[in-house]
């Protein structure tokens, strides 16, 4: 309901920057993990949120996050997507969520949608 409430309020080329941001920050993404980052340190944290928060069709929680990154890593959609911007990207991905819910104090192996 809220994913419908947004879109129906926002303008086409409202949503094409936000698809454009996310594709920015997925991009980052990518980079990251080429150049080997640690998806545990830091920067990666930082940028791992800065893609939480490029989700901008509803509210993601960093529990949220955690069941979105598994979806990431098992739905072949989204791994396929992942996989053609770098190779284990999914996985990286769902190390660094999990690690920046944890720095949240959420426990990724009690994640919800909430």
């Known amino acids: 309901m809220e994913y419908a409430e947004r879109m129906a309020s926002r303008s086409k080329a409202q949503q094409q920057e936000d698809l454009d941001l996310l594709q920015a920050v997925e991009s980052q993404l990518g980079q990251a993990k080429s150049e080997g980052m640690d998806p545990t340190g830091q920067e990666a944290l930082e940028l791992i949120e800065r893609h939480r928060h490029a989700l ?3 509210r993601v929680s ?3 996050h955690v069941l979105l990154g598994r979806m990431y890593v098992c739905d072949l959609r989204f791994k396929r997507r ?4 770098e190779p284990g ?3 990286w991905m769902l ?3 999990e690690s920046n819910a944890q720095a949240h ?3 990724p ?3 919800k949608w909430e």
């Open 109 to 111: 192996a009690k994640a």
């Open 82 to 85: 992942y996989e053609a911007i």
């Open 62 to 64: 960093p529990s949220m």
């Open 89 to 91: 990207l999914a996985e």
């Open 95 to 97: 190390e660094a969520i």
């Open 56 to 58: 901008t069709w509803f």
């Open 105 to 107: 104090g959420i426990d």
